[in-house]
């Protein structure tokens, strides 16, 4: 397991060297996106309207809706919490997404779906777990709201534009070759109970 920090835009060189379990912490811009972003950006895309989607190709999408104020001192935004959502929400659109902005990294928690996985492998691009119960600590690591977009889908579904600094740990769940720490694991438990069973029975 090493850890690492990487710059964003991630390069492909880069994240091809990832392995599952890796500790990565990011610095750069990140975009917040959720189910009605997705879906959107699908939208624009079947109706020739992607030069008007505001994530740029080659980014970090992050699963999250995060908690925002307005600064009492200079009224910019403020991120108050950011933690990750479930992804698999995101799994019917997701696939698309990576292939037509080429997308390097997918921060979320509790991992994709096969078809998600699929376009990962086929374009390059890795899934960063978010531990639950850090949505104050992630806020920390957000330095600045670059922009915000698609307000009309309110505020926890508009895409944010964010600048992080050390933002993580990220935990390498799915690599660019589409295998899954999730699937890995479960697996391991699996041969442990078949193992365990097994022993007990030949006692």
Sequence with gaps: ???????????????????????????????????????????????GREKEIPIKK???????????????????WEIIAAGPT??????????????????????????????????MRKCG?????MPGGAAVLAATRIKAVKAVYWEDLGM????????????GPLVVSIDANGNSLYEKIEEEARSGVIATSQSVIAK
Aim: hydrophobic share 35%.
């Design 1 to 47: 397991m090493l850890k690492k920090r990487l710059r964003t835009p991630l390069e492909e060189g880069e994240i091809k060297q990832l392995r599952l379990g890796d500790i990565v912490y990011l610095r750069g811009e990140v975009y917040t996106a959720r189910d009605k972003a997705h879906h959107r950006i699908r939208e624009y895309e079947n109706a």
């Design 86 to 119: 479930t992804s698999a929400r995101m799994d019917e659109t997701t696939p698309k997404v990576i292939e037509k902005l080429g997308i390097r990294g997918i921060i979320g928690k509790g991992g994709m779906d096969t078809p998600a996985r699929e376009a």
């Design 156 to 167: 926890a579904e508009a895409v944010w534009h964010l600048l992080v600094e050390d933002f």
């Design 125 to 129: 691009c890795v899934y960063f777990s």
């Design 58 to 76: 080659g980014s970090v999408i992050y699963h999250c809706g995060p908690l925002v104020q307005r600064s009492k001192d200079n009224g910019e």
